[in-house]
């Protein structure tokens, strides 16, 4: 759907419009927050007030002022401020649009199309505007909870400010609520009386996001009961409307990929109480357990590895747990993983050894197995050679044979590299004992007069 002019003209503003619309910002001193951005000073704010708007995209999670930053451009810009909906606009509507915009610039008039949820458009849509942002006719303004760097083309982004939102501190959102609850806009006239510690928990219960806040404000002051000319906000309402927090998480998108990081990063940095609170964020939003355990069996292997072998058992089980009983029993399974593996000592010996042995495998030519560890099932390929040389390791001493299982071209290659953490200082010194009896008997085997002749 295209809008000419705005879609934030008054009718949208009316008594029966949700609060956070009836209340939504025209200057920029009414906007709350962002003060980086908007603050005095701030270039955002600079371009607004000099009507010098170049294309640009907003990004940050829902409710931090996208929107109202593109209705204050509305409202103060001398251009003409058209909008698309990602949701329902076609090319071919974009196409028609954009022929106007051109059309207007031959006349001197400027055009400002805002896209909200710039990265619902496809490629072939945002294609679309391109030529027209290159050479002038229109600017274009897009709107993304998602990062710009992987949804918008990367012709579009290149041509674009990109401006970062942060989402409200509970100090905006309290001042945001207490106008709400001031103005005539909002609730002025219903003489609302809200204990200060009611609005402040709202705003801690709202996430960062003014949307967000303001809805809930309003089903409190709508629920809330009437004494005299008042509207009395008890803390019963209160708590009956902030039950249920809705966290801030897209199972597809990037929050997804940042939450899991922040996982494996504070188990790898041995900080359990920082893993149970990546991963109650993970589970309590939605996020299936098998992908969290099987992330978590990953990690057992890659960061913690042979200092402690343990570790891949005890993230096998939660992982069979997470599968036999789901949500939200596993819960708790998946917290002692987590836990056990941020305190288990570290090592990614083998994770490191299997890249260096991947290295090879791709850079070099595929060596032939040598002769000695070849399988000879037939008389003929015994004939040939399968097998010639190769000493079985329980009937030598200590139960190392000298043999040499790599190519000829990687002979003495070493891809394992043990650490000193935990258990695997155990390995370490195996494996130093190891590589003693096999130069041994290496330097025996030389020694002998038939080696020499």
Known sequence: MVGSGSLFEDAGTGASAPLAERLRPRTLDEVVGQRHLVGEGGVLRRLISSDNIPSMIFWG????????????????????????????????????????????????????????????????????FLPFVEKGSIVLIGATTENPSFEVNGALLSRSKVFVLKGLSEDDLATLLLRAVEDARGF????????????????????????????????????SPQSGDETVVTEEIVRACTSRKALLYDKSGEEHYNTISALHKSMRNSDPDAAVYWLARMLESGEDPLYVARRVLRFASEDVGLADPHAVEIAVAAFQACHFIGMPECSVHLAQAVIYLSVAPKSNSADVAYMRAKKDVMERPDEPVPMAIRNAPTRLMKEVGYGKGYRYAHDEEDKIADLQCLPDSLAGREYYTPTAEGIEARIAARLEKIKEIKAAKRARAESRPDAQS
């Open 61 to 128: 999670p829902p409710g931090v002022g996208k929107t109202t930053l593109a209705n204050v451009i509305a409202h103060t810009s001398h251009a003409q401020f058209i909008t698309f909906s990602a949701v329902t606009s076609g090319i071919k509507e974009i196409k028609e649009v954009m022929a106007a915009a051109d059309a207007s610039r031959a006349y001197g008039g400027r055009t400002i199309v805002f896209v909200d949820e710039i990265h619902r458009f496809n490629k072939a849509q945002q294609d679309a």
């Open 188 to 223: 002025g006239s219903l003489k609302v009386k809200i204990d200060r510690r009611f609005v402040d928990a709202i705003a801690a219960f709202s996430n960062g996001d003014a949307r967000s806040a303001l809805s809930t404000l309003e089903m409190v002051v709508l629920n």
